[in-house]
DNA sequence: GTACGATCTCTGCGTGGCGCAGAGGAGAGG
DNA sequence: CCTCTCCTCTGCGCCACGCAGAGATCGTAC
């Protein structure tokens, strides 16, 4: 029973270590992010876009655009028009359903940010050259499912049930 | 040299895969903290901020606050404007330098978001329920490197150096 | 073909967070 | 006492965002 407890308290001590570097480690996203929009004259949340078009597969809409930034459709128009101007994605509207508008990237002007990506993450990979595949498939398992709990939370707490 | 070749072609596809899972995860980082604070009725920026001083021992100076949000000193003078007038933290001027004002949290209104927090974070451990020790002890130590890591880019980019 | 409701995007407007630059107040050294 | 530096606050302008309604297009029923 001792004994129990004692590993118990141990797993306790760990979790809550693991709450705390995750929070310290989002944080630490938040300041990157910044920067590197500050770096390339661009908006956060701009940076955060484009970031997400590039692991969408194929153009996506205007809609799509609001739902991926979490921002209202207005704003993602506005959204759109910003990245449009500074030439990093085009406007075609959909030739199926004319209502809707198809942003696809312009693959030249993400390259260019590809090489600050590139440049940037050059010590990034270093961080898991002591680690086998096993060790980095862990790490991968735990952010997708980490991603897909956080997914549901949005969707409770949009709900309103929590 | 084939064997190597392949087992160097897995270890980019592993690191790739993580490349694109640490983007999902931190955007859905972005999204969950976005829905809380609206949730708490505050300002994601705000929501942020008070994430960070419960990660402080103790009081911190408004300085401090600028330093770690990333926000200016004049902007962090407005954030925390607005959390004292919401009640999560009080102003106080430093007796020993009264040029410094140090910024400290209000127990009870934190104890209010810490329930939410637990509510949310109620499923958040179960994620960790067939992971051993050792393996978290793993995720916690990469997040502590990468946030490091994230720290030494940001001062780059800062500098100038990209 | 027409009418009607639903869906997608865009636009005008107001709010408010943010950076910038300078003011004000407090400490440290000559 | 003067100056130099450091910390915080304030006035100002900019612009991202949400909101609500307009405009355009599609689907469906008649």
Redesign the interface.
Known sequence: MVGEATVDE??EG??E????????????????????A??LRLHPTDL?CL??L??ESGPVTTGRVAE?T?LTTGSATRLVDRLERAGYVVRERDASDRRRVLVTMVPERIAEFGQ?WR???K???A??DD?D?S??????D??????E???A??AR??AGE?
Not at 18 to 32: E, G, K, P
Not at 135 to 140: F, T, V
Not at 142 to 147: G, L, P
């Open positions: 141990a797993r760990l979790l270590e693991l709450s705390t570097v995750s929070r310290r480690y989002m944080a630490s996203y938040a300041l990157f992010n910044q920067a590197v500050d770096h955060q970031n997400l590039t692991l991926l979490g600050v440049r940037l993450g010590g990034w990979s961080l898991f680690l595949d060790q980095l498939g862990l790490i991968i735990h952010m997708r499912r980490t991603t709990f956080s997914a939370q949005v707490l949009r929590v």
